[in-house]
C-alpha cells in the first residue's frame, strides 16, 4: 500500500524526486518490447478526432475554463506498434513513423454538435458509441490527439472518439498549477458529457481517464448526477480509470453520488511509483495505487461496487504509470469491453443522414481513407 503519513521534515526533500517520477504521465515514445505488434501488417491509417478543450487558444491568454472546439485528422505511421505511441524527438513529424496531425478544422459549440451526429449516422449498435478520453498532467495538446488515435487504433474501437483536454501545462513542476486547471475545467466537462448523450441516436458515452484526468472525469460526472442526469439518462456506458490519482476518500463520495448503476472499473498497481509519490506528498493514498487484496483495500472499496484491475505485473517502465495504454493485452481489453456487442441496441442504427465537411489540410498530405478499424481481440486480462 503507498505509505500515507511520512514525517513533514522530508517532504521538500523529496520534491524533486516527485515532480520527476510524476512525468509518468508524459506517454513513452517507443513500442513496448515489441509485445503483440502487428507493426509488419498494418498500413498507415488516419484518425479523426473530436476535440473539446479548455486550453486557451494563445500562448499569451490564460485559461478560463471556456471550451474550444475542433475536429483534427490524426495520422498513425505504417510502422506503429500496438501499445506505442511513436513521437519524433525534435522537429517536424515524419509520417512515416511518427504520428501526426495532418489535418484541423474549428467548429463552434452548434457545429461541433452536428458534426459529431453526422458521424454517428449510419452506424449500427455499438458502433453509435463516443468514447471520451481525458488525459492526465503534464501532457502536451499534441500527445493528448496522438494518445486517443492510438488507443482507438489498438483498441480497436469502431464508434466516435472525442478528447476532452484540459490546460495542463506540460511540466514537470507543474503539478499544482495542473491541479487548478482541471478544477477550472470541469463544468465544461459537464456540458461535454451531457450534450453528447442527448444526440440523436447515440448508443453509449464512455469516459477513459487517465491519472490527474480522472478525478476530473469523476468530478464533472459527479456534477453531471448533482443536475440530474447520473446516468446520462441512459447513455452512460463504462467509466474506465487509468492509474487514478484521486483520493480514496473523495473516490467515495464521487462513487455515492453517482449511485449504484454506474459501471466503473479502476486500474491500479501498487508497484505505479507516480502515484506512490503523489500520495507521499499527500499523505493519503491515491485510488490508482490500492492494493484491492488487502485488508485496507478491501475496506476503502467495500460497498462501492467498483471493479479493480490489478496491473501490478504488467507495469511498463521504470515509473509504471501509462501501462493500460502501453500493454497490448490491456489496451485490447479495454477495447473489448466499450465495444461489446450489447443485445437491446444491437441492430438499432443512427439515421440522422449526411456527411461531416473534411478538415482542412496541411501541405497536401496523403488524403483521409476511411479504412475499418480491426475487430476487437479477446483481451488478455479480463475487464469485468
Request: hydrophobic share 45%; proline share 6%.
Amino acid at each position: 500500500m503507498v505509505r500515507s503519513g511520512p514525517r513533514r521534515s522530508v517532504r521538500a526533500a523529496v520534491l524533486l524526486l516527485a515532480a520527476a517520477a510524476l512525468s509518468g504521465c508524459v506517454s513513452a515514445v517507443a513500442g513496448v518490447g515489441g509485445l503483440g505488434s502487428d507493426a509488419a501488417s498494418r498500413q498507415a491509417r488516419n484518425v479523426q478526432i473530436f476535440v473539446d478543450s479548455t486550453r486557451p487558444l494563445k500562448a499569451d491568454e490564460s485559461a478560463d475554463g471556456s471550451a474550444h472546439f475542433s475536429l483534427a485528422t490524426v495520422s498513425v505511421p505504417s510502422g506503429h506498434e500496438a501499445g506505442g505511441l511513436e513521437m519524433a524527438s525534435f522537429g517536424a513529424p515524419d509520417r512515416a513513423r511518427d504520428f501526426a496531425i495532418v489535418g484541423r478544422r474549428a467548429l463552434d459549440a452548434e457545429a461541433f454538435r452536428n458534426a459529431v451526429a453526422t458521424h454517428l449516422s449510419g452506424r449500427v449498435g455499438s458502433n453509435r458509441d463516443v468514447l471520451v478520453f481525458v488525459h492526465g498532467f503534464n501532457t502536451g495538446f499534441d500527445e493528448a490527439r496522438f494518445r486517443l488515435a492510438q488507443i482507438v487504433t489498438d483498441g480497436g474501437f469502431n464508434g466516435v472518439p472525442v478528447l476532452f483536454t484540459w490546460p495542463s501545462k506540460g511540466s514537470l513542476f507543474g503539478y499544482g498549477s495542473d491541479r487548478e486547471a482541471a478544477t477550472a475545467s470541469r463544468d465544461a466537462m459537464e456540458h461535454l458529457l451531457l450534450d453528447l448523450a442527448a444526440l440523436p441516436d447515440v448508443g453509449k458515452v464512455h469516459v477513459l481517464a487517465h491519472s490527474m484526468g480522472s478525478w476530473l472525469a469523476m468530478e464533472a460526472l459527479r456534477e453531471v448526477a448533482i443536475a440530474g442526469h447520473p446516468d446520462l439518462d441512459g447513455h452512460l456506458g463504462d467509466i474506465i480509470l487509468a492509474a487514478p490519482d484521486i483520493d480514496q476518500g473523495v473516490f467515495r463520495q464521487q462513487v455515492e453520488r453517482l449511485g449504484p448503476g454506474a459501471h466503473i472499473s479502476v486500474f491500479a498497481a501498487t508497484n505505479d511509483r507516480a502515484l506512490g509519490l503523489s500520495g507521499f506528498l499527500a499523505e493519503r493514498p491515491r485510488l490508482g495505487a490500492i492494493d484491492s487484496t488487502s485488508p485496507d483495500g478491501r475496506a476503502a472499496l467495500e460497498g462501492l461496487g467498483v471493479h479493480v484491475i490489478d496491473l501490478t505485473r504488467d507495469s511498463v517502465g521504470l515509473i509504471g504509470h501509462a501501462t493500460y495504454a502501453s500493454v497490448p493485452e490491456v489496451i485490447r481489453g479495454i477495447g473489448a469491453e466499450i465495444g461489446a456487442s450489447r443485445a437491446g441496441d444491437r441492430n438499432r442504427q443512427a439515421v440522422l443522414g449526411g456527411e461531416p465537411d473534411a478538415p482542412q489540410f496541411e501541405k497536401l498530405p496523403a488524403p483521409v481513407v476511411a479504412t475499418p478499424l480491426p475487430a476487437p481481440q479477446a483481451p488478455a486480462i479480463a475487464v469485468p
